[in-house]
């Protein structure tokens, strides 16, 4: 994120050398900004032979397959933020069983944390910003968006022979 303004103070900030990289720096308070990653969050829920999956209806990968996931607000656990994400997009509640991958993706400067989970209670429907969700057996996979979920979908395949 580029700060032009101090968000302490309000005075214009400077580019400086701070902590081993060039850094917003105010030279009035001496605040310095640090661009941090995005924390996000995604789910893997198999259940027998079937795995479930969401279709997005937003960019990045609109119409495309994919995990529940989404983002980790201020002040929010990681794994409180996945059991909302999946209540927000699929209706159903889930139990995290374990984490599964925790990879960082350079590009768009994101930390995903992966978690398998199963579903505990509600009833599955399409919400918040998905298109549809539904389960797909091994034989029926659609296209796939994202390299996280074509990784976790191909060991999730691999390990069921």
Known sequence: MEINFCPQCGHPVQTLHRHGALRPVCPDCAYVHFSNPRVAVALF?????????????????????????????LGEAPERAARREMREETGLEVEIERLLE??????DR??????QARVTGGELMAGDDVDEARWFTRDELPPLAFESTRRTLRAWLDSEG
């Open 45 to 73: 829920v198999p259940d027998g032979g079937r795995a479930l999956l969401v279709k997005r209806g937003v960019a990045p990968e609109k119409g495309g397959w994919a995990l529940a996931a989404g983002f980790v607000d």
């Open 102 to 107: 925790l990879t960082y993706n350079e590009s």
């Open 110 to 115: 994101v930390i995903l944390i992966l978690y």
